[in-house]
């Protein structure tokens, strides 16, 4: 299941940690991250869903 979370993560990254968190801080922070640079996105998700 990580395997489709981090390909998630890697085409819509908030999608990614959505499914790994929820709605709560640290997809709020990957939503801005996302929108300020895709890649810094792409990085913060990857760590969210291989830290759990």
């Known amino acids: 299941m990580d395997l489709i979370r ?3 993560a890697i085409l ?3 999608l990614g940690v959505l499914l790994q ?3 709560g801080l640290h ?4 939503i801005l ?3 300020l640079g ?3 996105g792409i990085v913060h ?5 291989a830290r759990r």
Not at 27 to 30: D, V
Not at 45 to 49: E, K, P
């Open 38 to 40: 895709y890649i810094p």
């Open 27 to 30: 997809f709020w922070i990957n």
């Open 45 to 49: 998700a990857v760590w969210i869903i």
């Open 12 to 14: 819509l990254p908030p």
């Open 6 to 8: 981090i390909l998630l």
């Open 21 to 23: 968190v929820g709605l």
């Open 33 to 35: 991250l996302t929108l």
